[in-house]
Each structure stands twice: as C-alpha cells, then as structure tokens.
C-alpha cells in the first residue's frame, strides 16, 4: 500500500513541478510558479525520507502539499478565475496523501 502512496505522490508532484513550469514560461508572475515547483520538489524529497526511514517525512509531505495549495489559491485568486472546488479537491488529495505517509 505504501508504494501506492509513493506513486500518488510522486505523480501529483510532478503534475505539479510541469504545471509550475509552464506556468513560468506563459505568465509574468513567476513567484507563485517557483513555490508550486518548490512544493514538487519537496514532496519527491518526502518520498526518499520515507524510503530512507528517516522520521517526519509527512512533514516534508504538508509542507510540499501546502506550498502547492497555496501557489494554486493565489494564482486562481490573481488570474481572476478561481474555481473553489479545483482547490478543495486538491486540499483533499494533500490531505491524503499526509495520512498515507502516517499511516503507513
């Protein structure tokens, strides 16, 4: 099951760093780009913790998971089109994916 994690999570981190990439190459605001590729690159890095059995990796997974949340709020916010539903989706998919670290 843990590898099931581990592939969720690798999968929306990366769907993450290639949307913040994008993101910087078409839009002038390249802050809020570079913490969703910083979210990305943080919740690969709590894969290897984990691998590695080093403790707290879920911690490394709220802080990617969150820095990608809100990188996706602030750019749906400044864009003007926010779509509430797009971001608590995405909350719930961070929150299981911290549960799935914890629990497993």
Do not use: D, E
């Not at 994690?5 to 981190?13: F, G, M, R």
């Not at 990617?64 to 608590?88: T, Y």
Request: contains cysteine; charged residues 5%.
């Amino acid at each position: 099951m843990i590898y099931a994690v581990y592939a969720i999570t690798a999968l929306y981190a990366i769907l993450s760093s290639i949307a913040a990439l994008i993101q910087m190459k078409t839009s002038k605001g390249k802050a809020t780009s570079l913490i969703m590729l910083i979210g990305g690159v943080i919740l690969i890095a709590a894969i290897f913790l984990n691998i590695l059995q080093i403790p707290y990796g879920w911690i490394a997974t709220i802080s990617g998971g969150l820095a990608i949340c809100a990188a996706a709020f602030i750019n749906g916010k400044k864009s003007g089109n926010f779509h509430a539903i797009h971001h608590v989706i995405r909350f719930i998919v961070t929150a299981l994916l911290v549960t799935g670290f914890i629990v497993f």
